[in-house]
């Protein structure tokens, strides 16, 4: 299995970091950045979350753009998204779901399609299927497997989910739905607030630090890769099977939404789907 790899593309002014070799084996993963989009500030500009008080019609539009950046323009209306609770309840969809959660702009209608609810993970082996979550200084991580059979999964990684283990979590029932072994996943970390960042209280850090091994964590600050990590090797992950963007959200708010930077702001996407049966 090769070593999971993140590149950075660039197409028609929408940015993205994917691992080109994965996709030749048929599953596409994208962690998008900011630019390239129809949102105005302080969405500005690539917003594709439908729940932090943007124009729900440039919302629509900002997916759309990015999932054609990504080369996934006839799936616009299969995408599914998720309603994030910094929970740690995974979802297992299927053929069926389609679409749901896929239009911003249907959020509010009663009766329409609309996002999974309550769900930090969405997981699958259908192919055509993409899925979708948002991010803006919590940690995304993609999950990858293309033998014995194809699938993937997507968590939403906060300090709650962290300290629950959701990407272990997430690993487990990507085993399950699978059939593979541990030492068959590609794992990807993306965008998120750096250790040099986070400030958190002292309380925290502490509890982070007799949970996990190697948290590289002082006094008040939280590096959330470094538990995100250990989750996925207790997991039964090597570190040469883990993928880092390794950009801090809130150092970069020029490419990526930070929460802590600004409480009204945008979110980023987190990716991924099986394109090949
Ligand atoms: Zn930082």
New binding site residues.
């Given amino acids: 299995m090769p070593r999971p790899e993140l590149v950075r593309v660039e197409h028609e002014g929408v940015v993205f970091w994917t691992d080109e070799v994965l996709a030749t084996q048929g599953i596409r993963v994208a962690f998008s950045e900011r630019s390239g989009g129809v949102s105005s500030p302080p969405f500005g500009s690539l917003n594709l979350a439908a729940h932090v008080g943007d124009d729900q019609s440039l919302v629509d539009e900002n997916r759309s753009r990015f999932m054609s950046a990504v080369g996934l323009a006839d799936l616009r209306d299969r995408l599914i998204t998720a309603d994030q609770v910094h929970g740690v309840t995974l979802g297992t969809v299927d053929t069926g779901d389609a679409g749901r959660g896929a239009r911003a702009t249907e959020s509010m209608i009663p009766g329409a399609s609309s996002p999974v609810p309550a769900t930090d993970g969405l997981v699958t082996t259908a192919s055509n299927l993409p899925l979708m979550l948002f991010f803006a200084d919590c940690v995304p991580v993609v999950l990858a497997v293309t033998d014995p059979v194809r699938g993937i999964a997507i968590v939403h990684a906060g300090w709650r989910g962290a300290l629950e283990r959701i990407p272990e979590k997430g690993v487990e029932a990507l085993l399950a739905a699978t059939g593979a072994r541990a030492s068959q996943v590609r794992a990807y970390v993306g965008p998120h607030?750096?250790g040099?960042?986070?400030k958190v209280s002292t309380t925290l850090v502490a509890r982070f630090n007799s949970s996990f091994d190697k948290i590289a964590a002082v006094d008040d600050r939280l590096d959330l890769a470094s538990a995100v990590k250990s989750s996925l090797r207790s997991a039964g992950l090597a570190e040469a099977q883990i993928a880092e963007l390794g950009s801090?959200t809130?150092?970069s708010v020029d490419r990526f939404f930070s929460y802590r930077a600004s409480n009204v702001t945008g979110r980023h996407g987190a990716l991924a789907v099986i394109t090949k049966e």
Avoid: A, L, S
């Fill in positions: 607030i750096g040099c960042c986070y801090c809130y150092d």
